[in-house]
């Protein structure tokens, strides 16, 4: 067993030292054109070439942090016959699955794993059944692959989502049990379906990772739309108000409803290093009908509310001076909009001013390029032919045809656990 991880994000890009990250298997080929909706994809993917631009992520990762895959943590919970009744029973019985639980109990630890990830057949043995057009019993976590959504870090504590759809409630109950059980974690978790210390969260209270971003340990930044409701941020103040002694601040930027790319803030906004954000400017620059509201939480209560022009504006009067650099470019309106569709705005720093990116998002390198950041491929960094060690700031690229379409980037498809502290 590695050593305890201590839960650590004070902010968006201190050196990684721990993430979470999940390798697709069956479970994102295990839908259909009919069914794709319904799993919250516009798209099927192939798994043969996802993989392998999958391997390219996780083979830089392991260059430069600590990944653990979720499917080898939730088996190592699941040897604890106690806690693997009690999720299969959350699931099952949420889920309709009821019927389920006997034989799922008898199953080995890393196959039951798998099965709660991959999907449990529908057994046609009765009329209902054999009628049903389900083809499963429990349906396949779709989205698990993007492990930044079902919990968050901040600070030393998680918080545990609130998933919008109901489809993909089974991930967060994972991953509340996995930080809650699991050896190798020592955390504080939240969540807003289970009142704690007198908070009780509004019922229409959602939030997702990808919507919640640690700019400083005193600064968050939350977008409010589609996926992460008003009320679920009003939890975090409510929490974060508890902490009477210090001050902190959130700033709120709404989002559009459509298209489903701006589904969370990271698709349009992503921190980079000390002095550089990700900006997709129709949305976080331009004058638009979407606020940005910047929140002071100090004594234990909301001390101030107000609107500010944009995200990077709130920022510097925090004393975060961010140059924004565009997403598709400046020049061309349909570049950006490209770009932005395939994730060109989400990249995960792995250290001050060192991403990972997707590589066919060739406007949003250039104009990195334009910025002092290195264009390293993903397979050279792998090979140990680049190094990012050896540029002040870089973008390590992996292929992106496939991933994608699934509607994410590098900072979707990774949960960091801890990170080096920074200083302002």
Request: proline letters at 5%.
């Amino acid at each position: 067993m590695a050593a305890k991880i201590h839960t650590n994000i004070n902010s968006e890009f201190g050196k990684l030292e721990a993430v979470i990250i999940h390798q697709p298997g069956s479970e994102i080929e295990n839908m259909t054109p009919v069914n794709a909706e319904r799993a919250l994809y516009s798209d099927i993917l192939n798994l043969h070439i996802a993989s392998y631009e999958y391997q390219q992520l996780k083979g830089v990762l392991e260059k430069v942090s600590a990944p653990f895959e979720v499917e080898a943590l939730l088996a190592d919970v699941l040897a604890d016959s106690h806690l693997k009744e009690n999720l299969l029973k959350q699931i099952c019985y949420r889920e309709d699955a009821g019927s389920a639980v006997n034989l799922l109990l008898t199953l080995e630890p890393a196959t039951l794993a798998k099965s709660i990830i991959e999907g449990v057949f529908l057994e046609k043995d009765n009329l209902t059944k054999y009628l049903s057009q389900e083809r499963y019993l429990l349906r396949p976590l779709h989205n698990l692959f993007f492990t930044r959504d079902a919990s968050m870090a901040f600070n030393g504590q998680v918080l545990i989502a609130r998933m919008a759809s109901a489809v993909r409630e089974r991930e967060s109950l994972i991953m509340e049990t996995i930080f809650r059980n699991h050896p190798l974690f020592e955390t504080k978790t939240l969540n807003p379906a289970t009142p704690a210390h007198g908070i009780q969260a509004d019922s229409k209270a959602t939030i997702e990772g990808g919507d919640f971003e640690v700019a400083r340990h005193d600064v968050f930044i939350i977008g409010t739309g589609i996926r992460t409701s008003t009320q679920g941020i009003d939890f975090v103040i409510e929490n974060l108000k508890s902490d009477k002694g210090k001050t902190y601040h959130i700033i709120v930027q709404e989002l559009p409803p459509s298209p489903e790319s701006f589904i969370h803030l990271d698709m349009v906004f992503t921190l980079l290093d000390y002095g550089y954000c990700m900006v997709y400017e129709p949305v976080i620059m331009e004058i638009n009908r979407y606020k940005t509201i910047h929140i002071t939480i100090s004594g234990g209560k909301v001390a101030s509310i107000k609107e500010e022009p944009n995200i990077p504006a709130a920022l510097k009067k925090l004393g975060m001076d961010m140059k924004p650099v565009p997403c598709g470019g400046s020049n061309d309106s349909w570049k950006q909009e490209r770009e932005q569709w395939h994730s060109g705005a989400n990249f995960l720093a792995f250290a001050p001013g060192k991403l990972i990116g997707y590589e066919r998002n060739i406007n949003t390198l250039d104009e990195l390029s334009k910025n002092g950041f290195d264009i390293l491929p993903a397979e050279s960094v792998i090979s140990g032919t680049e190094n990012p060690a050896n540029s002040k700031r870089c973008v390590v690229t992996i292929e992106g045809s496939e991933l994608a379409r699934g509607g994410g980037g590098a900072r979707c498809m990774t949960m960091p656990a801890r990170r080096a502290d920074i200083k302002w």
